[in-house]
């Protein structure tokens, strides 16, 4: 809750701003287990006194914590004559601007009327609002149709931003206003609560009240001034088919700086980030995160400045960005989330992973189990007719698929990547039933019909361009680059929205689709827009009005289609962010469905997001993306710990490998409601062991802490390892469980000529007689059956059976050759 202290108790009737800042007002955010804390300064200045576990604050926090510097030395700037010691450049500030002596990164940047860029934003007033109110961008999950209203309808409500989607139901709402000193330009610091999770969102906007036009050059969403920097910065980088790679690197003297100027979030630096302790780990530690609820260039810098104190700010990238505000405008930053805990990692991820769930996803899907799909992208890419895709689909149907997913290729002559992006028309060649009447026989098979769309795109060859060419972003008369041969249709423009919104609500209305795939392949180059110069617009405006063009087009669809189960995807994880979880549950993680790469991606993406919104699939072997070959059950053991699909020919496949995926989805929907709802422990995070090889080790253990489903998997078989164990995390202290795994059966053909060391006869290998037999002998897998107390399970481990290192073979004996994997099924037992 939010709370307002001073040190003087008499209430105020008269002016708000002189009496909080004569008497140190303090502002205090208090969620779960966490304070937040700041001051008014004597001065107007809003200094940021604490953020971290819960502590017990009274009025005097100001008096016990803010900067007692009275002669500040050397060369520093002395704010005025009237604060000769304040000095802006060794204070902990709450936002933090130019030109007043502060020579640390900047909250904001503004180039007022006269052409001076110096601001100086002062406390002006506050207000605390309790009552929520549903803005356009939230849609309540037991009502999806009902419309929202942005209005204010009582003196305490939130307010609510516009243009950009926010996190829903907020405990409480701060909103401080701002004035810069000498100017009619405002401010106003949004801090929402989010008192379950641990959370609060930062925002905040800019009015412009002069007679003429400011720009804003900067505006971040959050800044959190540390009062020391013995601090690390754990940031998530990669490119495609190698999202979330975490990396650590202590902060120092200088700039840390993670950051996209794709045009997207981008798969190259995701905007979610960690500050720690040097010694905190999972499972131990103080921690700090932020996210950006945003799909476009992001900025987060840690700044260590010259009083050894860390400054933190997060916000659209101001790189290449500036955004004029005429007289009477205002303008909004995007929401940063931010999340703190005194107990490591994995107790910071369920802040954020609950955050997510439950203020973040919305509408029908928010809390639903999502289907089992089986996808034709990797199965057929291009090469598809009615037919095949049907094959396939029976095949999904039998072994307990629930919905089949039609890729790409299925419109215009979308017969490879260069042509008919824009073209949403089906191929009847193709498809001769058109989407309906495949779409009908998929239902029939007793599967829901999902596709896939790449709508903010348009390749050169497709009749849409050959329409509209100044539809697509480019600088009239240059050169114009493109990626995977497509361009940028520009969603700045209202009629080109308009279009998309009119294409897509034709296709999601022409047949029961009841999914779809948002693609996006490209990053953006050329970026222009002619209309811009009409208008007086900067062409740095240009990233974020396109943000804001796709945001408005994702708020008309999902409001039109609220049964759809939208996936967002671009080229895998290049949007992989908040912003589009506001609009679309789940998201592809990666093109990558190597199982190995995804244990890693999918490790990377457990610190901010929970596996819920995370698509994995099963995919061929050798795998696609890296040639390697790995068994189907360690594809499926990765998979089923985010949202599972397959994308493979099932009707291509062995009769083995179908009865076996048939066995995977079976326990997939057991297990399901653990998986999709529970709370997911890292236990290692591809940790290099002592014998050389790396494991990833994950468990998710449900609410109630009655069931739990835990996964074990290492990149090489050790030789001579006799002893191999199995710790948890999560598990209830005082609650006894039965540990299992899954009793699988290995085809004996998996132990090569070893076969000789048993075989009355000679067998050669890969021969007829070889094949035959393994049609008929099965070598059983080892079986674990431990029941034990949690308390044994989480501080003690358990001992598994051995992995087999050429010593024998039989049902104590784990078949474990690289790339291996194991699931352990927990389950509570009365004793
Ligand atoms: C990129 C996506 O990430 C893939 O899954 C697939 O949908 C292709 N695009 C289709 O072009």
Redesign the pocket.
Known sequence: MVKVLCSNHENTDGDVKSYAQENGQVFVLETAHTTYAFCVRESGHLEHLYYGEKIDVHYDLSAAVSSKCKYPGGNLVNYSKEYSSLTLETLCQEISSVGKGDVREPFCVIEHVDGSYTSDFVFDSFEVHEEFIKSDFVVDENDFTQEGTAEITSENSMVQLTGLPTAHHPTQQLVVHMKSLGRNVFMDLYYEIYEDCDCITRSCQVRNQEDGKITIHRLMSAQVDFRDCDYEMMHFSGAWVREMTPETIPVSRGKIINSSSTGTSSNRNNPFIILKRSDTNDDHGKCFASNLIYSGNHYECAEVGSFGKLRFVTGINPNGFSYGLSAGETFVTPQAVITFSENGLNDLSHHMHEFVRNHIVRGMWAKKERPVLL?S?EAAYFKFDEGKLLKMARNAAKAGCELFVL??GWFGNRND?TKSLGDWTCNMQKLPGGLKGLSDKIHGLGLQFGI?V?PEMVNVDSECYRTHPDWAVDIPGMNHSEGRNQRILNLTRTDVRDYVVEEMTKVFSSADINYV?W?M?RIFSDTYSDEFADQDISQQEFLHRYVLGLYDILERLTRAFPEILFEG????GNRFDLGILCYMPQI?AS?NTDAWCRAGIQTGYSYGYPMSVVSAHVSGCPNHQTLRNTSIETRFEVAMFGCLGYECNLADMSEEDRERIYQQIALYKKLRPVLFTGDYYRINNGKRTYFGDEVYEWICVSKDRKNAVAFQMHNMAVPNMPEVTFQAKGLDDSVVYHMSNRILKYNVKAFGDLINAVSPIHVKQDSITHRIISKFVKMDGETEDITASGSVFNHCGVALHQNYGATGYDNEVRYYQDFSSRIFIFEAVEV
Not at 569 to 572: D, F
């Open positions: 996808n992208w890729d790409d990547d896939w790449e795939k693609d392949n995807c671009a080229s895998g592809w093109d």
